[in-house]
């Protein structure tokens, strides 16, 4: 297979994957209620996500060992927060995030 | 963020995301252009695969030649956690019919999932299609100018992180963790506080078992799991 072929499947198949994870849960709740139970367990939902998705950028994996910490990101996130709560604005926080780790990294 | 779940609200709402977009799609880019790709491939992921994580994951296993249904495979855990947020967003849609569900579901990204998750606390729990697919329209078009942008940039730039450019996804994970919490008037704050600890350790512990593209899957899985529990036994 030549090597434009190999990238173009792979990518298509990949599109295809995320297509159907994103589009089969709308096309079965369609049919089907969702239990009580599950209902409040998406309600945790948000919050677990993001609160992994930022926590598993600041930690650097070694399997078998204890993970490092990409300091860099630990510093950035601190001013970053403190953005959040005086702004709450995305757009505010997004840009001092990276003002804050473009800045720590010139020091 | 308002109460009205109109084209001008959603497009108010979406345009601080935008950044976000534009930070990580340029990354990406340059990313892909660096690796050895062609423009036309690089903006093929985004136009296709849409799924920044996914891409990248790909983009890796591409330059190092795995194979297909390896790529595929990741690409499937890597995106699990979007199933859980489909999941969570069609019960908000379920008075639209199929076929703008099936365009909502399309589209859906952890921003977009994020961003309808921060308005249901200011519409009493109430989505719509209008709504969501500006959003998602929106971010959809900014993810393939940035990556247009960055494949085309990538050329010039040797050094993105100079700018800081690959800490705009952390910045808006924090930025969107915070006005969740903030927003929710259903769960107890403490809790939610809690709960966000929890997942931190979980992410942390599990990290040194598990390979890292399952680590968040398993930590909402359980994160969640473990809510539920301490709201039940405690609030």
Same mark, same amino acid.
């Given at each position: ?18 297509? +159907?994870?994103?589009v089969?849960?709308?096309?079965? +709740? ?18 677990v996500?993001?609160a ?16 490092e910490?990409n ?37 | 963020?308002d109460?009205?779940?109109t ?17 990580i ?43 297909i ?8 855990? !890597?995106?699990s956690r ?47 299609? *209008?709504?969501?697919n ?12 940035? *990556? ?9 730039? *040797?050094?993105?992180?100079?700018l800081g ?22 769960l107890?704050? !403490?809790?939610?506080?809690? !709960? ?9 512990l599990? *990290? ?28």
């Amino acid at each position: 297979m030549s090597s434009s072929k190999y990238i173009l499947i792979t990518i298509v198949l990949c599109g295809v994957t995320t297509l +159907l994870s994103r589009v089969i849960p709308f096309v079965l +709740l369609k049919k089907f209620s969702l239990p009580p139970k599950l209902v409040e367990f998406f309600s945790f939902v948000p919050i677990v996500i993001m609160a992994a998705l930022w926590f598993s950028n600041l930690i650097i994996a070694r399997p078998g060992h204890l993970p490092e910490f990409n300091w860099q990101y630990v510093l950035a996130s601190l001013p970053t927060f403190v953005a959040a709560v005086i702004s709450k604005s995305l757009l505010v926080i997004v840009i001092l995030g990276m003002i804050s780790l473009a800045v720590l990294r010139l020091i | 963020m308002d109460g009205y779940l109109t084209k001008k609200s959603a497009f108010k709402e979406a345009l601080p995301t935008i950044f976000g977009y534009i930070g990580i799609s340029i990354a990406f880019g340059i990313i892909g252009k660096a690796s050895g790709f062609s423009i036309i491939e690089v903006s093929l992921m985004s136009l296709i695969i849409y799924a920044g994580s996914v891409q990248l994951t790909t983009l890796n296993m591409l330059v190092a030649g795995s194979p297909i249904v390896s790529i595929v495979l990741a690409a499937f855990l !890597v995106n699990s956690r979007v199933i859980l947020m489909s999941t969570t967003v069609a019960g908000y849609l379920k008075q639209e019919n199929l076929k703008r569900n099936i365009l909502i579901g399309t589209f859906l990204t952890d921003e977009s999932f994020a961003l309808g998750m921060n308005k249901i606390n200011y519409t009493n729990g109430k989505l719509n299609f *209008t709504w969501f697919n500006t959003v998602n329209i929106i971010s959809y078009l900014t993810w393939q100018a940035g *990556t247009l942008l960055g494949a085309i940039l990538g050329g010039f730039i *040797t050094d993105p992180k100079k700018l800081g450019l690959d800490f705009a996804i952390v910045a808006m994970f924090i930025g969107l963790l915070y006005l969740q919490v903030l927003g929710d008037k259903n769960l107890n704050k !403490v809790l939610q506080i809690i !709960v966000v600890l929890i997942s931190f350790a979980l992410t942390y512990l599990l *990290t040194i078992v598990l390979p890292a593209n399952l680590v968040v899957i398993v930590v909402t899985l359980i994160g969640c799991s473990l809510g539920m529990v301490l709201k039940h036994v405690f609030f």
